[in-house]
């Protein structure tokens, strides 16, 4: 007698955009590799879209309008979620988990501000929730924190975790071109947030950041300790200066676990022109990890985009159709990798940081002003390491320098000292420089 097929494992979809549609093409796209990987077929059978697309193979499939049908669905082993948002995304990964489904998502957002109370749910009703296509898209930088690296003290991670702010700034260096048109053409490439600003502002790679350092230090997801500053601020100009200075300029996400206490910053970042980090362009993402037995690691690829996404998004549903394979309901290792309850070391506000600091200061050409501005960073106990002025081409000039290592209150004590010298004309622009400039990078 011939044996009976394993029962193949089914998928619903909750929203069909770049991500969701990217899930459904490469699950059929791969659908022999990944029978053949897992020992059964993974099928989707139930998708849910507001806006129904007709270039999209559906058949055999339920198509919804509501995405609560999905989660209501029985036969459904396993929920996708990719509309991405808080509302009505927190109440389907929540009803999801009631129903005694596996979720998959790729909501960073969600991760990030809600993580504690959607593991402790999915906990309660034995069940799982992953989520490595929320960090660094396709990259599998979950995995390699919470699994790869278990047996190491994760000292820090630094990482350029936005792929559209990325591109952004590797277009404005290249081409000199400004940052609104490079804006626009990442929204049409697909790369762009819903809603640009949390790309540009900092805020999906501080969702990213937290969900990293919650990782990598056992402590429990907190968002809105991290600190979180956008590149809209910076100029061609800027770029072309921090280059003369021997470094790039990236927007990077930074968690630090001094021991007593940890740091969550996200900022544009001088990094030393020389170094890999540094050179990673355009849309790609890459996260360097140190930790106290493997030494600084290092992770890239694609950090956006339909496929690189739906990777990451497959091969989390993988992972659950083995876990329901063996015949257990949910993962061995804890979400976040660490047994709760979580660490409470203490996160630094940005002002209890040191660093070293990049200062553009518009001044007017007048004889003294660059005694004066010594004068104000003497007396803040500011170390200049470099300088650049340029002739003056008209009544006003910029005065670039770098500093050494200070702490953040002092700088601010000086940039506020310094505006309000009557040559230094308007806001004064501070850049930080990695804090890892010692080649490890
Ligand atoms: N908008 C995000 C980025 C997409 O540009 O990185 C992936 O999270």
């Not at 924190?145 to 003290?153: F, I, P, S, V, Y």
């Not at 609104?180 to 790679?205: H, K, S």
Request: glycine residues 8%.
């Amino acid at each position: 007698m011939s044996k009976e097929a394993p029962k193949a494992f089914n998928v619903g979809i909750c929203g069909l955009g770049t991500v969701g549609c990217g899930t459904l093409a490469l699950i059929q796209g791969n659908s022999d590799e990944l029978c053949r990987k897992l020992g059964r077929k993974l099928q989707v059978t139930h998708v849910a879209t507001r806006t129904p697309k007709t270039d999209l193979n559906t058949d055999g499939m339920q198509v919804s309008s509501d995405i609560f049908d999905v989660v209501a669905d029985p036969e459904i082993n396993v929920v996708v979620e990719t509309i991405g948002g808080f509302d009505p995304a927190l109440e389907l990964v929540m009803q999801a988990l009631e129903n005694g489904k596996h979720v998959v998502t790729a909501n960073k957002a969600l991760i990030a501000v809600h993580g504690n109370e959607i593991f402790t749910r999915a906990r309660e009703n034995n069940v799982t929730v992953a989520f490595e296509s929320s960090v660094a898209g396709g990259i599998p930088i979950i995995k390699a924190l919470r699994e790869g690296l278990a047996a190491n003290k994760i000292n820090w991670l630094a990482g350029i975790i936005n792929g559209t702010g990325n591109f952004i700034l590797t277009e404005m260096a290249a081409k000199q071109r400004q940052f609104e048109d490079v804006l626009a053409e990442a929204q049409e490439l697909g790369y762009a947030e819903a809603d640009p600003t949390f790309d540009v502002e900092g805020i999906d790679a501080a969702h990213k950041l937290t969900i990293m350092a919650s990782i990598a230090f056992g402590i429990p997801l907190q968002f809105d300790k991290t600190y979180t500053e956008g590149i809209s601020h910076i100029t061609p100009e800027d770029i072309t200066y921090a280059r003369e200075l021997g470094y790039h300029i990236k927007h990077l996400g930074i968690a630090v676990n001094s021991g007593d206490a940890v740091e969550m910053r996200v900022h544009p970042t001088l990094i030393p022109s020389g170094s890999t980090i540094a050179n990673i362009d355009g849309v790609g993402n890459a996260v360097l990890v140190h930790g106290d037995a493997v030494g600084a690691t290092l992770y890239c690829g694609p950090g956006a985009g339909a496929e690189a996404t739906a990777s990451s998004v497959v091969a989390d549903i993988m992972d659950i159709a083995r876990i329901d394979s063996v015949g257990a309901s949910a993962a061995i290792v804890p979400a976040l990798g660490f047994c709760e309850p979580h660490s409470d070391t203490e996160v630094n506000d940005i002002e209890q940081i040191s660093s070293e600091y990049y200062l553009r200061i518009q001044v007017q050409d007048k004889v003294g002003v660059m005694a004066k501005i010594s004068n104000v960073l003497q007396n803040c106990d500011i170390s200049i390491e470099a300088i650049i002025q340029k002739e003056a081409h008209s009544q006003t000039l910029p005065i670039v320098l770098l500093t050494h290592t200070a702490p953040e209150r002092q700088i601010n004590e000086a940039i506020q000292t310094l505006e309000a010298l009557e040559e230094v004309v308007g806001k004064i622009v501070r850049i930080r420089v990695a804090p890892f400039a010692d080649g490890t990078l």
